[in-house]
């Protein structure tokens, strides 16, 4: 089981990929609350073509993911597919799930997928 820090970790370097061939990233303002069914939680804000990581619950995410800590490893692995994980029911999303879409552009770009 891969831990939270781990996992905060893994999606840092992914942003940081991905910012290079998203360049709309810039004017993105978003909040997507994590809830790890088996580890806590945390959210992750973008604003400004930054990445803020922070522990607990934000008051008005754009979404919430619900999954456990192994599932999440899995997609920001490039081993599971976001979109079959959520229609595997492996992923639960509530709130605006057409936007976390952007979520999965940033993991494909850098997982170099785009």
Sequence with gaps: MASVEDLKKKFEE????AKESLPEIQ???KVYQIVLEDDGEFYIEISGGELKIADG????PIATLTLTSDTLNEI?????DAMKAFMMRKL????????????KR???AGLGRL
């Design 76 to 80: 920001l692995e490039g081993q599971t």
């Design 106 to 108: 940033i993991i494909d």
């Design 14 to 17: 992914l942003f940081g990929k």
């Design 57 to 60: 619950r934000h008051p008005s």
């Design 27 to 29: 004017s993105w303002n």
């Design 92 to 103: 639960k999303i509530t709130g605006n799930v057409l936007d976390t879409m952007n979520l």
